[in-house]
């Protein structure tokens, strides 16, 4: 039976899961502005330009380049597609990701698949990336997961749920930063939310599309951590 209720929580895995989380949170917070987290933000920012990807090829359009900046910036060339699904699709596709990857780790087979999957779109990419510094973090990540994943089946060393947790944390906590900084705390007219706005017949301006889409991605995260509990009871 699943424990929907999390009755008697928390066993030994649960309480391993909550700590790790808030030491990672913690770690990230105090490193947030130093250049160590540089290549895990700029993972999430790939995550967020794929995700504009993903939703322009599943409503028919064409994906033309992707580019990630070192500024921690980045731009999907799209062709056709449906514009109102694949505007918002970037925000909340990485939050969506942070949730799967933070799914993931509680198990060693959904970390490896989660590791796998990662790796794939990494290469996928690299193909249409338009600058060095996509084409530089596909190949770096992909060498980095491959690191991990050899000392994880040929050590002793038991680490790959961990870096998968890490990159989930990571992005679900830089996602709803990114949607704070970009379409709430300030007023960007090219912005994705703008952007929306525009099109969207209901009465809501960018902001406001700013907190409803933060409002969502802290829904996955809160998700993330409530269904990492009850699959590890």
């Given amino acids: 039976m699943v424990n929907w209720e999390l009755k008697n929580c928390c066993n030994g895995d649960q309480k391993t899961f909550l700590i790790t989380v808030g030491i990672y949170t913690v770690v990230i917070f105090a490193l947030w502005r130093t250049i160590l ?34 500024n921690e910036g980045g731009v999907t060339q ?24 933070i799914l993931a780790s509680t198990n060693l087979l959904t970390a490896r698949i989660a590791a796998g999957c990662l790796a794939v779109a990494l290469l996928i990419v690299l ?62 007219n090219s912005s994705d939310a703008e952007k929306f706005a525009e099109i969207c017949p209901c009465p809501c301006n960018g902001v406001g599309w700013g907190v409803i889409w933060g409002m969502i991605s802290l829904i996955f995260l809160c998700g993330a951590l409530y269904l990492g ?5």
């Fill in 78 to 101: 799209t062709r056709g597609g449906i514009y109102w699904v694949i505007l918002p699709a970037g925000y909340l596709g990485s939050s969506f990701w942070g949730m799967i990857f």
């Fill in 127 to 188: 193909f249409v990336a338009k600058n060095w510094t996509l084409r530089g973090l596909c190949i770096g990540f992909i060498i980095f997961l491959a690191i991990f994943w050899l000392l994880q089946e040929k050590t002793k060393i038991r680490i790959l749920r961990y870096i998968i947790l890490f990159i989930g944390v990571m992005n679900s906590l830089f996602s709803v930063y990114d949607i704070y900084d970009d379409l709430i705390s300030r007023r960007v």
């Fill in 37 to 70: 987290l540089t290549p895990f933000k700029l993972i999430t920012v790939f995550l967020h330009e794929a995700s504009h990807a993903i939703a322009c090829v599943l409503t028919c359009g064409q994906v033309e380049g992707m580019k990630v900046h070192a």
């Fill in 229 to 233: 509990l009850v699959i590890l009871y």
